[in-house]
């Protein structure tokens, strides 16, 4: 499977000239399968980048949602094939009492603070609490599970063939608990990281800013570390980089979180910063 | 040998728990225990490290519920049961065996079931001595 990174900044969109590098879009990560079949987590401000450089549309789309905090889901009235009759949309989300996933989204994507309503779009959108278990797009296998963060927030695995990816954008596994610690299988998340060919984790925070930051639902580069270290996954790519995390600042956590890595006993060039453009093929 | 994950509400209860100083313990959808805290192990006489996990018929018969004269109670309508069955709150008073002598000692149980939107995850369930509560000591 082909991985590209289309936004990768938290908590807000960030066009300062020096955040380019890494890139100021909000999460928004496409995964494309060996057949073609296109998978998109997240719908970040990232997502009208990633309907600019389509060509051609595939005519069906899987959009997974994490969760529905604006950051993750900013982008998708600006995603280009839901205004094309012609497409066939899938937009899973986190389950939760009361409420339909539409009619979550809506709260946002409605007037007065969208011009267009969401079921006012040309395409034909469907919209649909994720499948409990596990379920096959495309000849991939996609597993979700609620984890640790504000709010009723999933991770993913997807998985075809022999490689696994596994998506955490949003994720605190440490709170209320030692990761270096913690029994196996205790851990928000394991269940989806465990032997990953890849890991995209959230690492929002430094470690000396994350004490000011505890319960936000977020991580420190040190406890992304620790979870990625013992979830064995073989690839850890740290993401949802912080709107005050300039380029030359990012430079730093991946220079720290490398060394932290290589401690662990892993290899440092197997760690990376996700940036915007930049692709992974697992 | 394969690790088996726990979904979050059930990591998330383990780690409130574990620094509770109510006895208190987890379990999964059937009834199984999953974990007790160390207030909990102190109440037992018995630590979790030492007891593990064990499956809902195997936990009643060490530790209870028993009536005053220490007979098994059937669980379907104990707090227990009542939660995992109606999706509610539910609570009770019974007897538990203490592991160090052998003693019955009468709790109040209070279970709260742990529920997703479509699915049980199990319960998380405090307890504490009937003689504690009486005297305001917890």
Known sequence: MQVRFWGVRGSVAVPNANMLGYGGNTSCVEVTLADGTEIILDAGTGIRELAAGRTPHASKVQILLTHLHLDHIQGLLFFGPLFDPTSEITVYGPPAPGPNLDQRLARYLSAPLSPVDLHELPASV??????????????????????????VTLGY?????????????????????SL????????????????A???????QYRDEEYPSFVGWGHSRVSDTVTFASRANAQRLILFHHDPGHDDATLDEIGHEARQSWDHAGRDPATLSLAAEGTTLTL | ?????????????????????????????????????DAAGTLLGRSFEEVGRLPRDDWGRQFGPFDKEGRPLATDHLPLGNALREGRPAQGRFHVRLAANGELREVEVSAIPLLEPDHYEGALIVFWPVEAAASGTR
Do not use: K
Not at chain 1, 126 to 141: L, N, Q, S, T
Not at chain 1, 181 to 190: E, K
């Open chain 1, 126 to 151: 469907e919209f649909a609490p994720c499948p409990r278990g596990e379920w096959e797009v495309g000849g991939a296998r996609i597993q979700a599970a609620i984890v640790a963060h504000r709010g």
């Open chain 1, 157 to 177: 695995r997807i998985t075809e063939g022999e490689s696994t990816l596994c998506y955490l954008p949003d994720h605190e596994p440490a709170l209320g608990t």
């Open chain 1, 180 to 195: 270096a610690d913690a029994d196996a299988g205790w851990i928000s998340g394991s269940g989806l990281a465990d032997g």
């Open chain 1, 197 to 203: 060919t890849a890991l995209i984790h959230d690492a």
């Open chain 2, 1 to 37: 040998m394969s690790v088996e994950h726990q979904p979050l509400l059930l990591v998330q209860g383990r780690n409130l728990i574990t620094g509770l100083a109510l006895p208190a313990l987890l379990t999964d959808p059937d009834g199984g225990l999953l974990f007790f805290n």
